[in-house]
């Protein structure tokens, strides 16, 4: 991944989830870097099946959101931090 900001591309909410991530998972980019769009898995940031259960757990813990795996929708809300941020921002609680 270059190092290209994306923050301007990002909403603040995006940002917010994408700092999350890199903490989470330890990621060896910056929240700013990471394009919304691109795709979280394979080509993209690379992540795994592994990464994509300490998603489940952060945006449990942190959104109130519950992400199934037998979920229908699963590979279209994990295929991007835009997507993923657009399920959570529509199924979250409020605090």
Not at 20 to 31: D, I, Y
Not at 51 to 72: C, F, K
């Amino acid at each position: 991944m270059n190092t290209q900001s994306f923050v301007t591309l990002q909403t603040p909410f995006e940002h917010e989830v994408a700092e999350r991530l890199v903490e989470a998972l330890q990621l060896e980019v910056t929240a700013d870097e990471i394009n919304p769009e691109t795709p979280l898995f394979g080509d993209g940031l690379g992540l795994d099946s592994i990464d994509a259960l300490e998603i489940v757990l952060m945006i449990g813990r942190d959104y109130g959101v519950t992400l199934r795996s037998d979920d229908p929708n699963s590979r279209e809300i994990f295929s991007s931090l835009r997507s993923l941020c657009t399920h959570v921002a529509a199924h979250r609680q409020p605090s």
